[in-house]
Nanobody, 122 residues
Framework: QVQLAESGGGLMQTGGSLRLSCSDR??????MGWFRQAPGKEREFVAA????????YYADSVKGRFTISRDNAKNTVYLQMNSLKPEDTAVYYC?????????????????WGQGTQVTVSS
């Protein structure tokens, strides 16, 4: 059974950096995604990566600032977040999809973590 566990969230000032991690024992063959949900808003796509790591896809709002990567030997996917802005404040979730390639559609993801809070102060 896939059980995703995120870590690395916290409080950061504008312009700072954080790295989120998401681990599980079995996800090496899955495409993975990061999503976020701010208070009062719908969960939105942030970034996705193919199972091999060769395919990456970003939301326009984070392109050039965030980088998704994975280490299949460690069953871990990362989200490096640089140049953070207050509008990046949200609960960040990692998700795994067991069929197909990368996707920005949250409905395509079968497994979800519990989320980790990221707060960016101005």
């Amino acid at each position: 059974q896939v059980q995703l566990a995120e870590s690395g969230g916290g409080l950061m000032q504008t312009g700072g950096s954080l790295r989120l991690s998401c681990s599980d024992r079995t996800f090496s063959s899955y495409a993975m995604g990061w999503f976020r949900q701010a208070p009062g808003k719908e969960r939105e796509f942030v970034a996705a990566i193919s199972w091999s790591g060769g395919g990456k896809y970003y939301a326009d709002s984070v392109k050039g600032r965030f980088t998704i990567s994975r280490d299949n030997a460690k069953n871990t996917v990362y989200l490096q977040m640089n140049s953070l802005k207050p509008e990046d404040t949200a609960v960040y979730y990692c998700a795994a999809k067991d069929t197909g390639g990368v996707s920005s559609n949250k409905e395509a993801y079968k497994y979800w973590g519990q989320g980790t809070q990221v707060t960016v102060s101005s």
